[in-house]
């Protein structure tokens, strides 16, 4: 009973300050807007990929560009992408990306595998937004959620890191109910708990499925570690120490209005090889940034 009465005191002072930001948000749609690239960082997600394209296709402000990265898929991924959005390859120049001719917006490269990222940090250095959004794949955004993130960063000009609210959905398993039934209690819990911790600045973890990063923050950290098991909290605590050390105030936050749906593990094994990662990769990035 007291873990409702708290989650429910939490849950209305959220709402006020959403009927708040609404009015600020008003003003700020009148202002100049960042231009934003979108990064999607992809291996064989052909089965998945339609559809996190279509939503970026339905946003009611559209990022500037959008740019694929396929880190060396055998799924016809590129193929289906090729044909689907009529990309031209300059066989020539390998390092160039496909170009679509029926979405300008849309640039395609595609590479040997190398890992996330690997791929995240060829990526954000091709794009030319201010804003530099990753998405997976498997992660499917809801219509307001670029201009969510483009307010949130027009509204705090010291932001240099914000994350979406994510919404887990599993599927095309026996045991698919149960593992959405846990992870959206699990995830739910998880951002009540983010929204309290960046009221103090403390705010750690912000999901790499559907993230934002303002383009100086991302070049003065030197971008994403690739020996990390979790890219995208060590980076968060390598912006943290930096600003410290430049004597710089940097924000980390959680966005309410940018919200998504992501694909999640409907198998154990799954689950628990995520889990296992998730959990050896904080205890190394808190070892390393103990002091």
């Known amino acids: 009973l ?28 009148g202002g100049p807007r960042p231009t934003l690239s979108v990064l999607i960082c992809a291996r064989n997600e052909r089965l998945v990929l339609p559809e996190c394209l279509r939503d970026l296709r339905l946003q009611t402000e ?4 959008i740019l694929i990265i396929d880190d060396g898929s055998s799924d016809a991924m590129v193929e289906w992408l090729t044909a689907e959005y009529a990309l031209t390859f300059a066989p020539a120049n ?3 990306p496909g170009q679509s001719a029926t979405w300008p917006a849309l640039r395609v490269w595609s590479k040997p595998n190398s890992g ?9 250095k091709k794009a030319v937004g201010e804003i530099v959004v990753t998405l997976d794949a498997d992660t499917y955004m809801g219509a307001d959620a670029l201009a969510a993130i483009r307010d949130g960063f027009v509204e705090d000009p010291a932001l240099g ?19 959405q039934f846990f992870q959206t209690f699990e995830y739910a819990r998880g951002f009540l708990w983010r929204l309290t911790w960046m009221q103090y600045d403390m705010l750690l973890l912000i999901s790499g499925a559907f993230a934002a990063y303002r383009r100086s923050t991302l070049a003065a ?3 994403f570690d690739a020996s990390s098991w979790v890219e995208d909290y060590e980076l968060t605590h390598r912006v943290y120490r930096n600003a410290y050390d430049r004597g710089e105030q940097v924000h980390v936050q959680t966005l309410r209005g940018a919200r998504a749906t992501t ?9 628990l090889n995520q889990r296992r990662r998730w959990c050896a990769g904080f205890i190394a990035t808190h070892f390393q940034y103990h002091a």
Do not use: Y
């Open 94 to 96: 390998p390092g160039t």
């Open 263 to 271: 694909d999640c593990p409907a198998r154990m094994r799954t689950f």
């Open 2 to 29: 007291l873990g409702f009465m708290v989650v429910s005191s939490r849950c209305a002072v959220i709402k006020q300050e959403a009927l708040k930001k609404s009015r600020v948000t008003e003003k700020l749609r």
């Open 161 to 179: 890191i914000a994350g979406g609210v994510l919404i887990p959905v599993c599927h095309r398993t026996p045991w698919a109910g149960f593992f």
């Open 62 to 65: 559209a990022a500037d560009e």
């Open 221 to 223: 950290a030197g971008g």
């Open 116 to 124: 996330k990222a690997d791929s995240l940090n060829l990526g954000w």
